[in-house]
């Protein structure tokens, strides 16, 4: 067992690079809590879809988030999501949601209410958040980031193979996805993507989850014995 000393790991990166399976097992080898960023955004894209409310229009999803109660609660298969109480951690991962949590995160004011509430979450460590810009924006003095990264055709066949798209039509739809959310992630006014300038970027296109895992697991020794040093 790695001693990590409680610190905040942050893994930002694009979609299907991997952020989500590596920051779960991460965090159940070293007994951290999982935050993971975009299960919030898509709790609130959810209460927007049942509300009739714009992905678009930023002042009443603001007024919808500070009227909602989102929670994280660790399981060892991963975050059990409750949205105002109720269990949505499957509905959460429907492609209209993902969709709308993409759009919802675009407004500043919106992030700005994220931000407050993922702070409040991780303020004593022993976490690990996963998202876009946890490094650079939302724990900037984090002990350790990465920037998880890997070729846009590889990340699209992760994804594919998540969601179990068998035909031709799915396929080619969950890539065009992945495309715009690229898009739209890296040319956002707010905290667009990128790596922090002291992350760790890693590509895992060529490597196994256990693989990046290692790896990760050398930089938190690398991060603790320096710190124990000091």
Do not use: C
């Amino acid at each position: 067992m790695i001693d990590a000393r409680k610190l905040v790991i942050a893994i930002d990166g694009p979609a299907g690079a991997g952020k989500s399976t590596i920051a779960s097992r991460l965090a159940r080898k070293l007994g951290y809590v999982n935050l993971e960023s975009g299960a919030m955004y898509r709790a609130l894209a959810l209460k927007a879809i049942m509300n009739d409310v714009s992905f678009d229009e930023s002042a009443p999803l603001l007024k919808l988030a500070e009227n909602s109660k989102i929670e994280l609660q660790p399981r060892i298969d991963g975050n059990r999501v409750l949205l105002d109480t109720e269990d949505v951690s499957r509905r959460i991962r429907e492609r209209d949601v993902t969709e709308g949590a993409s759009r919802v995160s675009l407004h500043p004011a919106v992030r700005e209410w994220m931000v407050a509430r993922q702070r409040e979450l991780g303020v004593n460590g022993g976490v690990i958040m996963e998202g876009r810009d946890i490094g650079t924006v939302v724990f900037p003095n984090a002990e350790l980031k990465i920037f998880l990264d890997a070729d846009p055709k590889v990340r699209a066949e992760r994804r594919i193979e998540q969601v179990q798209a068998k035909n031709p039509d799915a396929a080619k739809a969950l890539a065009e996805e992945l495309k715009r959310r690229d898009q739209r992630d890296s040319t956002r006014v707010a905290s667009p993507l990128a790596p922090a300038a002291d992350a760790v970027v890693l590509d895992s296109s060529k490597l196994s989850v256990e693989e990046v895992l290692t790896r990760i697991e050398e930089l938190i020794l690398e991060r603790t014995a320096a710190a124990k040093r000091s």
